[in-house]
């Protein structure tokens, strides 16, 4: 299917279905699409901890639970799905190129050089860091590379780096947001990981200067968006919210059981708070700062003391400490069961997103593809768009 008809049908389908998607369970005691959907709500909260845990993770089997009480979910497992890479294996590298990288950032970044094809022009690393792909780039490739960031310190250690290694590796200390000079055209433009703006910037700014090639592998979605996220591609029916695109990388990581429990008692300490304010103020929800996470560490008494002075509350009283506790858990428990009918959704707004970007740059004169660089464990913001001037 052509990514425009793909970016149609997924925009069509998950307006369709934004009343499952849309509301925050923690926000809301019961999201309105348990008052239809009864039996749909009635099999999640059923379900044990376990299968609730592996539900909020797996995407796939989320949505095949959906599909039995909405059959039309089923399409959007194939509207989302993408390819895993045609990746080629790179050539042979001496030591100097992995000095210093953690061994996951090092293998996503092996995985992305090879799935990003080799043009022969010189590439411009957007975003670079201390630019590891683009010192391996450049290794690989052989061609010259410019690395972009605006942290000097990165910059600077990017610099030794290269120098180590002998290659034509330069660093340019800039804001991508303001720079005007880059990228240049004529050049490769790659970018691992550039939060939110910082990779839309480089595809518009890119498809002005007719680069011949980006491939850019975006993450943070939400950053730089205001209330709304503003489509590159044209006018969408759907209208994301800065949370909804949050929401399409909200993971659910898999935690050692103490850091696990850890969450767990954070999210249900904050519902017990949420259920007090609730009780005196008449109230709904209301956003509340971060909690620092020494409040965490004493006992629910002592964090709801914390807690009610800051936001302005009436006293707390330690004789209610058991029962609004109890109603946090409680909460917990239903918030984590509702969420997997939520988190269902996330990689396909995912793909949304990306299919923004990629029809974009199909519009603006370029091939596109899409394709998966590497395995979720290695990071689940593993999508690659890759462009080529037609
Ligand atoms: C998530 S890191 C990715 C680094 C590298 N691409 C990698 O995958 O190892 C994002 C990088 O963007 C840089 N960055 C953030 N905001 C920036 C801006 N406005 N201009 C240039 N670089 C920026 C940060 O310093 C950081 O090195």
Known sequence: MRLAERQRRLDQTLLQFRALWHPQPFRELRPAWAEQDHGLAEEVLAL???????LNYDT????????????????????????????????GLDAFWDWEIPGRKRAQIEAFAAAAERQGQPVLDWCGGKGHLGRLLALAWKVPVHSLDFDATLCEEGEALARRAGIKHCFVHADALQVEAWPQAGQHAVALHACGELHRRLIRRGAQRGVPGLDVAPCCYYRGVDEYYEPMSGPLQLQLSRD??????????????????????????????????????????????????????????????????REGLPAFPGASSAEFERAGWQRQREVMR??????????????????????YLEKSGYSVTLSRFCERRLTPRNLLISARLA
Do not use: N
């Not at 044990?48 to 592996?54: G, L, V």
């Not at 999210?267 to 620092?292: I, S």
């Not at 509702?338 to 029809?359: G, K, N």
């Open 48 to 54: 044990s901890d376990e299968a609730t845990i592996h």
């Open 244 to 309: 909804d695109t949050r929401l399409a990388v909200t993971e659910t990581v898999t935690a050692k059981p103490r850091e696990a429990r850890l969450r767990d008692q954070a999210l249900a300490w904050k519902l017990g708070f949420d259920a007090y304010r609730r009780q005196v103020t008449g109230l709904g929800y209301r956003t509340f700062k971060p909690v620092p996470d020494r409040w965490l560490r004493a006992s629910f008494g002592e964090f709801m003391r914390h807690m009610v002075e």
């Open 60 to 91: 796939g089997a989320a949505l095949e639970l959906l599909a039995k009480y909405r059959p039309e979910i089923g399409e959007i497992a194939s509207l989302a799905a993408v390819p895993r890479s045609q990746s080629q294996p790179l050539p």
């Open 338 to 359: 509702y969420s997997i009918v939520r988190h269902a959704f996330r990689r396909a707004l995912e793909t949304w997103l990306v299919l923004d970007a990629a029809v």
